[in-house]
């Protein structure tokens, strides 16, 4: 199976450390959006969307590049994302970048999120939010959700 995950993780790292742990499941090339031309992902079985969360929103470079792709992708898809904060319910991002990702023609079959140092104005006044993760428990959890999202997706093809 090919996969890759598109990876955008700056601040603290949190992101590519989830997506290193996904990716040593899934045998996973891992890239930044402009790191890759967007037709290489016609040929993935699976592809992961991944990046911290930003004012509530994915990362501008990763929505992008979302948008960049074109509309007529036929595989698998899943977001994976860190916050300092679960996602609250009256602004649904991985919604929102699921949605994004159907309207190209992905099937999108699940989403992980964890939680990740968060330094943004205003928690860099106490030193951040959600210190030390993701530990080594959200990392056994992206693990195993990418073993589980293996064996669903190599049964379903």
Do not use: W
Not at 65 to 81: D, E, I, N, W, Y
Not at 128 to 133: I, L, N, R, T, Y
């Amino acid at each position: 199976m090919k996969v890759t995950l598109v990876c955008k993780s700056v601040s603290h790292g949190n992101t590519q450390r989830v997506a290193e742990a996904m990716g040593q499941v899934l045998g996973a090339r891992i890239v930044a959006p402009a790191d890759i031309d967007p037709a290489e992902l016609a040929d993935c079985d699976l592809v992961g969307f991944g990046s911290g969360i930003f004012y509530q929103s994915f990362h501008p470079e990763l929505r992008r590049f979302v948008a960049s792709l074109p509309t007529r992708h036929q595989g698998k898809a899943f977001v994976f994302c860190t916050s300092g904060f679960a996602e609250p319910p009256f602004r649904r991002y991985v919604t929102a970048l699921t949605e994004s990702l159907e309207r190209k023609g992905f099937d999108v079959v699940d989403a992980f999120d964890c939680r990740g140092l968060d330094t943004m104005l205003p928690f860099s006044l106490v030193g951040g939010v959600s210190k030390g993760h993701p530990d080594t428990t959200d990392l056994a959890a992206a693990r195993a959700f990418a073993e589980n999202l293996q064996a669903r997706t190599t049964t379903t093809r």
